[in-house]
């Protein structure tokens, strides 16, 4: 960063350039279209994919609101689907249940980091005549059967939000291996104008533009794409030290019959954005909230993943998606415990959080058999 403001540089010109190759390479992409958010990421691929008024996209319910706001942006309807026990990600065979002669596009959500089940998402996409808009919030860096996640849908939308496994503070990359769906994001994420800024300015560009559909303003600057690059080069070192906290997590919960550990699967590489923890409430006297304000007060931050968007007032009142819809993702959200897990963590940290959590599990299955 420093190098950038040395330069001058500090808008989108040649180290956002280096970031989308860099990135690029990391996952075996053609293409990396460096843009300001994975939010922004998924509205340019939507768009690019030709999604319009009219047009149904499949979305897990289990998913953070921008998988699908940004559908309804361009008109499209989200139509939610549940998410399968387990490993919570899109549920399949409800997905192809939900296929009409609208579905445009299905979006499977990588959550917690962990591939979706992508050879049945595929081969849905094919029978149906489906787009495949991968939403890679969480998963990077994770594979699925040997191959990275970034080139199995017609597009892959990372996020390098402050919290995510890597971070530009707020970035993100829509990858794809389409030239002309590459072109058509990189065109929309900049104006619409036919040639960006760097060109424009330098020597080898010329004052001429010409504006070829109005687009967004979602470029990343210079400044975040250098410490997207930094983060980039350390990302397998960090994902090493969330495996071996997970791992941690794993055999200290996993045979509490209290607590449900998340489900890993094979021939994965998680990349362990989230560890969520699901409560066994049958077994706890105490609530979910109590749970979590029990670690708040040992000062161990939490948080809830997700609140299935068709619980969501918007989604509700506008697509009439009302509570028991999708039983499965609301079973998880009313069970969810996600528990800290970043590379900076110490093994103290880790220790603490292990005891705070069995502590407050043992204290109450006590009191329970007690009284
Ligand atoms: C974080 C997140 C997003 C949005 O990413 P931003 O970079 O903050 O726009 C989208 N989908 C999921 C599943 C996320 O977790």
Redesign the pocket.
């Known amino acids: 960063m420093a190098d950038v403001v040395r330069d001058g540089w500090i808008n989108t010109g040649p180290r956002a350039k280096a970031f989308e190759t860099e990135f690029a390479a990391a996952v075996g992409a053609r293409h990396g279209v460096a843009v300001n958010?994975?939010?922004?990421?998924?509205h340019v691929a939507y768009e690019a994919i030709g999604l319009r008024d009219g047009d149904e996209v499949l979305v897990p319910t289990m998913?953070?609101t921008?998988?699908a706001a940004t559908a309804w942006h361009l008109g499209a309807r989200p139509v939610l689907v549940d998410i399968r026990e387990g490993d919570e990600t899109l549920d399949v065979e409800k997905a192809e249940r939900a296929v009409t002669p609208r579905t445009k596009a299905i979006v499977p959500?990588h959550?917690g980091g962990q591939a979706c089940e992508l050879d049945a998402i595929l081969d849905l996409a094919k029978r149906k005549g489906l787009r495949v808009v991968e939403?890679a919030?969480?998963a990077f860096p994770a594979s699925y059967k040997g191959r990275p996640i970034g080139t199995f849908g017609d597009v892959t939308?990372f996020?390098?939000?402050s919290?995510?496994t890597i971070t530009t503070a707020?970035?993100?990359m829509a990858c794809t291996q389409d030239d002309d769906l590459a072109a058509r994001m990189r065109l929309m994420a900049l104006h619409g104008i036919s040639k960006d800024a760097w060109k424009r300015y330098t020597s080898e560009g010329s004052w001429y533009y010409e504006v070829l559909a109005p687009g967004y303003k979602y470029n990343l600057t210079d400044l975040a794409a250098a410490i997207g690059r930094v983060q980039l080069a350390r990302a397998g070192d960090m994902l090493r030290r969330r495996e071996a906290i997970a791992k941690r997590y794993l055999e200290a919960f996993g045979s509490n019959d209290a607590l449900i550990v998340p489900t890993v699967l094979p021939d994965r590489t998680h990349a362990w954005h989230l560890f969520s923890l699901r409560l066994r409430l049958e077994a706890l006297p105490l609530s979910r909230d109590a749970f979590l304000d029990e670690l708040k007060a040992r000062g161990i931050g939490t948080s809830v993943h997700y609140i299935p968007l068709h619980l969501q007032p918007c989604y509700r009142e506008t697509f009439g998606f009302r509570p028991g819809d999708f039983p499965v993702a609301e079973d998880a959200y009313r069970r969810s415990v996600s528990l800290p897990i970043y590379s900076k963590m110490t093994d103290a940290d880790v220790d603490r959080v292990i005891d705070a959590v069995l502590d407050l599990v043992g204290k109450n299955r006590s009191s329970d058999t007690t009284g």
């Open positions: 958010s994975c939010t922004a990421a998924l998913t953070f921008s998988t959500v959550y939403d919030a969480h939308c996020s390098f939000y919290t995510k707020e970035g993100g």
